[in-house]
């Protein structure tokens, strides 16, 4: 069997998925206070990396993904599959689960 390397740029979401890298969490409170790994929360933002061709209409065309590539985003919570590639973290999301674009 043959070896396959896995990379970002390899990685090409189907329908209307949207591969997000996750932005890292945050390291204090806004006090002041440094979190430790256990009581970190899971980010809900990140940077679209790869978008998909779009969810397929009844008579076979695509409605475009309403996000690209290099938009920041604010998903749900525990939405998509969460991937980790080079040691970065990404998630892979439907673009039903993005809930706004970030400015």
Sequence with gaps: ???????VSTVKPLGDRVFVKVSPA?????????????????????????VGPGK?????????????????????????TDIKLGGDDYVLLTEKDILASVA
């Design 26 to 50: 945050e390291e204090k409170t806004a006090g002041g206070i440094l979190l430790p790994d256990n009581a970190k929360e899971k980010p809900q933002i990140g940077e679209v990396v790869q």
């Design 56 to 80: 397929r209409n009844d008579d076979g065309t695509y409605s475009p993904v309403e996000v690209k590539v290099g938009d920041k985003v604010l998903y749900s919570k525990y939405a998509g």
């Design 1 to 7: 069997m043959a070896a396959i390397t896995i990379n």
